[in-house]
């Protein structure tokens, strides 16, 4: 399988002025082809194909004064620019028809200069290398210095060159990593119930408290957004502050992907399969939960847990949405009916005593497991239902909570 490897990257002042030219030459074919395109589609000529395009705005466009420093980057830098164009057109195309599933995708916008992220891409083609003394060698633009965290376990496909919102530069390597990465195979299996006073309540009794990264840090971002909002537009000043409310957020975001990667680590690594419910995160940010939804993290969490799975040699599935894993007791099956937020324990008619997460995610890991042993497409789930509208509530104890983890070790 293909995986990611980031690490950050060190440019000298005449390499950051080699990187902003080849973003920039990146961002005006990519805006060009877009520009193309849409001229095209106005007028009613036919679809620009990728090799027309590709002709027009980079190898005519160097003759021309106005494009003639394209040149001056890598070559390869402009193709994959506008490669990243045709994948999106693609998948807009299959999103209108209905072959691409999941939430609509709009179709491509212009690039703006004054993003906060930008990137560019070298593939094999591009030869770049990394050399025997650590540092990457990039055409047209230098050798950079790396930190590297971490030996890369093959030869990379290709790596890009990101400069986010913070001014800082890192490189992303794309690997295809072996097949022999198996862990040792364990007898447990393990269900998981995700919520926000704990992040996840495993079906054995864990309970890991949410860490509410961005709660902790709340003070801090309101100050510096205060001071932002009073710096004149277009200052020195304000660009200053733009980059410390941006290095304050990305410090949030890091810190929160560190503990999730370490959480999901440990989980992979003690479970020979694990079974998580598929949550609908876009719609409960559009409640007044949105602000705890998006700080817990959930949808990155799952994707970690998928292909760290997937790479180890692990089972992973995700159990339906609207399966009423709150309301079953998971002893004798019964669905007692739905309850608010506030019961955090029941007791089913059968003399179980439950408390509500375990139970939910003993309940995930028993569908889990009824999905797997299932092969005939028989129905071993109960029948959908609806969520009362009283379950989306929040409650002032909600937000006490302990940056700890019971019952497991995550380092």
């Not at 409650?395 to 302990?402: E, G, I, L």
Request: proline share 4%; with cysteine.
């Amino acid at each position: 399988m293909q995986l990611r490897y980031n690490f950050r990257v060190y440019p000298e002042p005449g390499q950051r002025d080699a990187l902003a030219r080849a973003f920039g030459c990146a961002r005006v074919v990519f805006n060009d082809g877009l520009r193309a395109r849409r001229t095209a589609h106005e007028n009613g000529e036919p679809y620009l194909s990728d090799g027309e395009l590709s002709k027009q705005v980079i190898t005519v466009a160097k003759t021309t004064p106005e494009r003639a420093w394209l040149g001056e980057v890598s070559a390869v830098v402009l193709q994959q620019a506008l490669a990243d164009l045709n994948i999106a057109y693609r998948n807009f195309f299959a999103s209108v028809t209905g072959r691409r599933k999941g939430r609509k995708v709009a179709r491509p916008r212009f690039r703006s200069r004054k993003d906060n992220r930008q990137a560019v891409r070298f593939t094999r083609n591009a030869r770049f290398a990394v050399l025997g003394n650590g540092r990457l060698r990039l055409p047209k633009i230098g050798d950079l210095a790396v930190r590297w965290s971490r030996d890369l376990p093959a030869e990379p496909s290709s790596v890009t060159i990101v400069k986010d919102a913070t001014g800082r530069y890192f490189a992303s390597f794309v690997v295809t990593t072996r097949q022999d990465e198996a862990l040792p195979a364990v007898e447990s299996e393990v269900g998981i119930d995700l919520g926000l006073t704990h992040f996840a309540v495993l079906s054995d009794g864990t309970k890991v408290a949410a860490p509410r990264f961005l709660r902790q840090a709340a003070r801090r971002l309101a100050r510096l957004q205060k001071s932002l909002s009073r710096k004149v537009k277009g200052s020195n000043n304000r660009r200053k502050a733009v980059i410390k409310v941006a290095r304050a957020h990305a410090r949030v975001a890091d810190t929160r992907r560190d503990w999730q990667h370490k959480l999901s680590t440990a989980i992979i690594r003690d479970n020979q399969a694990v079974y998580v419910e598929d949550l609908c995160v876009a719609g409960l940010c559009r409640t007044r939960l949105a602000k705890s939804v998006h700080d817990a993290g959930w949808a990155s969490f799952s994707g970690m847990l998928e292909y760290k799975a997937a790479r180890y040699g692990r089972g992973f599935a995700r159990i339906d949405r609207w399966l009423p894993t709150s309301q079953t007791c998971s002893e004798c099956g019964r669905i007692d009916g739905p309850k608010p937020l506030s019961v955090r324990s029941w007791t089913c008619p059968c003399g179980s005593v439950h408390d509500r997460d375990i139970n939910a995610a003993r309940n995930v890991l028993a569908a889990g497991q009824a999905d797997n042993s299932n092969d005939r497409g028989a129905q071993v789930r109960p029948a959908s239902v609806l969520a009362p509208r009283r379950e989306a509530v929040t409650h002032s104890d909600a937000a006490r909570s302990t940056r700890s983890v019971e019952r497991v070790s995550v380092s």
